[in-house]
């Protein structure tokens, strides 16, 4: 019996706004300009499968969101100067919106009292999203092991990767980034599609 296969991004759970391109006309049941001009490509190409297009796509333009909580910031800021160059991966469009950004780098120790509108900023963002810890206080409180420092940023976010370091340098961010897009493109959901917060 022939499978019917998914025609739309949406059935793929693709809804993201840039990928869809809402604001260039199309109704919520029409396809989108972008899904347009993917056609059947998939056919055309013969090669791979959409999804594997489709992650491709995804693992080579993260865009990630401005959020700098402490001195680990000054290490992630820099990886976008000429001497790191993160464009050479294609995430150097830091976004200071949440709704154009799909990766959140936590860099820094994360206060009790931050931690709800730091759970707003992610709710905000469009799915699908990913989450790096940077450094040792995003990932278990580091040094400030008291009352005001939450203990891991994974109590109310599903983390992705963890990076080690106090602070990690610029190229440990870099690899960061590097074996994100390799789940990406390996097809590994994002850690809120396989875990929740709390779980590490
Ligand atoms: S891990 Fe070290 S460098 Fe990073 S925020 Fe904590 S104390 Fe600062």
Redesign the pocket.
């Known amino acids: 019996m022939a499978v019917k296969r998914p025609d739309r991004l949406s059935d793929y759970g693709l809804n993201s706004e840039r990928l869809l391109m809402r604001e260039f006309g199309p109704k919520e049941d029409e396809p989108a300009k972008f899904e347009t001009e993917l056609g059947d490509l998939e056919n055309r190409l013969m090669l791979s499968t959409i999804e594997k297009a489709v992650a491709w796509a995804q693992g080579s333009s993260i865009w990630p969101d401005t959020f700098g909580?402490?001195?680990?910031?000054?290490?992630m800021m820099s990886i976008v100067s000429s001497r790191y160059d993160v464009a050479r991966f294609g995430a150097e469009v830091f976004r200071n919106s949440p709704r154009q950004a799909d990766l959140l780098i936590v860099?820094?120790?994360l206060s009790h009292k931050m931690a709800a509108p730091f759970r707003q900023i992610y709710d905000q963002m469009l799915e699908p999203k990913w989450v790096i810890a940077?450094?040792?206080?995003?990932?278990s409180g580091?040094?400030?092991n008291n009352y005001a420092v939450l203990q891991s940023v994974d109590k109310v976010v599903p983390v992705d990767i963890y990076i080690p370091?106090?602070?990690?340098r610029p190229e440990a961010v870099l690899e960061g980034i590097v074996r994100l897009q390799e789940k990406i493109k390996a097809g590994v959901p994002p850690a809120y599609e396989i875990r929740k917060t709390g779980e590490g």
């Not at 909580?69 to 290490?75: G, K, P, R, S």
């Open positions: 909580l402490a001195c680990c910031a000054i290490e860099s820094g120790r940077m450094g040792a206080c995003a990932s580091g040094m400030f370091g106090c602070p990690p």
